[in-house]
């Protein structure tokens, strides 16, 4: 009887402790940090990492978070960033310089920012966390980071520049051609030569006009496209000394 009793003991014991064995982990285990799946981003830019956390227990001065790299040819992942109760950004390597610490734990954020981004920081970024004496569960996350070059951009002070050495030549040529058509260039006889008294008609001598004809006055138009030799003829004809009505001096 009294062996029955110390089996039945035991058999309650050991189930006992089976017990605490599959259900105490799970008391413990309720961590689990998130991150994106996939981050674009252009050669230059600053990326935010976003990693975020869910615990039964509140943070404390134990709690840790751990940044690792992994680049994106293999290889084993770099720890480059730690916090415990303070950043301990990496002071060398890669991403020295380069880490922002913008987590606030009490939040449950653990995130960090990378400050110009190359075509190197390419790869896969794991965010730790661990808080005990939640220690288990789902404490990692990953992120694939994707950097592209940069799209040239034009800038609107460049654009104006540009179109104003192309517009600005052609607008004024344009109203040149615009002035020829409207003010065309006076016909002249294809004699210009000097005429003598002899040979002019009556009621033109010496510049009289006959009557009844009206004096032509100058016109803009004529004074802006007459040529040099138009130009010398009528300033001649200006400075010649006037001549009384009616009275022609034979030149032969």
């Excluded at 134990?62 to 730690?82: A, C, L």
């Excluded at 916090?83 to 913008?102: T, V």
């Excluded at 210009?192 to 004809?213: D, L």
Aim: charged fraction near 20%; include cysteine; aromatic fraction near 8%.
């Amino acid at each position: 009887m009294r062996r029955l009793r110390h089996r039945i003991t035991a058999l309650n014991v050991v189930l006992l402790l089976y017990l605490i064995g599959c259900f105490a982990p799970s008391l413990v285990s309720s961590i689990t940090v998130n991150t994106p799946a996939e981050l674009h981003a252009s050669k230059g830019d600053t990326v935010t990492l976003s990693c975020t956390f869910t615990s039964t227990s509140r943070p404390t001065s134990m709690m840790t978070v751990d940044w690792s790299y992994r680049p994106q040819s293999g290889g084993p992942p770099q720890t480059f960033f730690h916090f415990s109760s303070r950043a301990f950004p990496s002071l060398e390597g890669q991403f020295a310089g380069r880490i922002r610490w913008k987590g606030i734990p009490a939040r449950g954020e653990a995130s960090i920012s990378l400050i110009n981004a190359t075509l190197n920081d390419n790869g896969t970024y794991t965010c730790s966390v661990r808080n005990p004496p939640d220690v288990h569960g789902s404490p990692t996350s990953h992120t694939v980071l994707t950097v592209t070059p940069k799209a040239p951009s034009i800038r609107f002070s460049d654009v104006a520049v540009l179109l104003a050495f192309i517009l600005l030549p052609s607008a004024i040529i344009t109203l040149i051609l615009i002035g020829r058509m409207l003010c065309p260039k006076k016909q002249h006889s294809q004699s210009k030569a000097y005429r003598s008294p002899i040979e002019v008609t009556e009621g033109e001598e010496y510049g009289i006009n006959p009557p009844g004809a009206k004096e032509k006055r100058v016109s803009c138009c004529d004074l802006y496209l007459m040529d040099s030799e138009d130009d010398d003829e009528y300033y001649n004809i200006k400075k010649m000394p006037p001549i009384d009505e009616g009275y022609a001096e034979s030149q032969c």
